[in-house]
């Protein structure tokens, strides 16, 4: 199918940020993934930098810019947020713990959505939490269907290993007991945008006391569908 709109340099500034929103991109990935000239990737994202639709973050990689994140909830359209209270809530009910959904942003992920479990020993992270790429299963979702080259970034100083990535590859979804913090579980399932590239990661955390040392085989089912009907709302809202 041709996506082009006869706009060229609109095309190729598309481009760049389809190609961003996989997460950070040195220049020479950004040319790999677009297929365009080296000089011209350069100078569009440049000029996206500079309208601040693209960004930098500590290592010179390029990002997406915080100009998205105020156009996208000026016009009302983070599908992905709208369609997410419900779905949190039958998560959260569906399990008795804590609910959310992670987002990567540059070398961190953030809770953009949240249920809380109302009363008991919970696992809080409220709506702008801002956690570690490098430990938890939903880092590792986030992770696990990155390219080659981001997935050996990503695995720097990580608290899994690549063989728990396979597994999550494998299986659909990943657990972790204590990674991110002594005594806590989560599960975690990716949710997929309309071309279907892993944008989200849905969880459930709490104590590993509830969750046992296999919180997976109790809850992986339910998160799993979790993140099937958030992916199936973000592809209907595409259509």
Known sequence: MDNSSGVGVIDKAAHVLDALEAGPTTLAQL????GLARPTVHRLALALVHHRLVSRDIQGRFVLGSRLVELASAAGEDRLIASAGPVLMQLRDATGESAQIFRRQGDWRVCVASAERPIGLRDTIPVG???SMKAGSAAQVLLAWEDHDRLLEGLQSARFTP??????RRRGWGQSLGEREPGVASVSAPVRGPSGRVIAAVSISGPIERLTRQPGRLHAEVVCNAGRVLTEALRKTSD
């Open 31 to 34: 040319v790999a993934a677009t």
């Open 129 to 131: 939490t801002q956690l």
């Open 163 to 168: 063989t728990v990535l396979a597994g999550v």
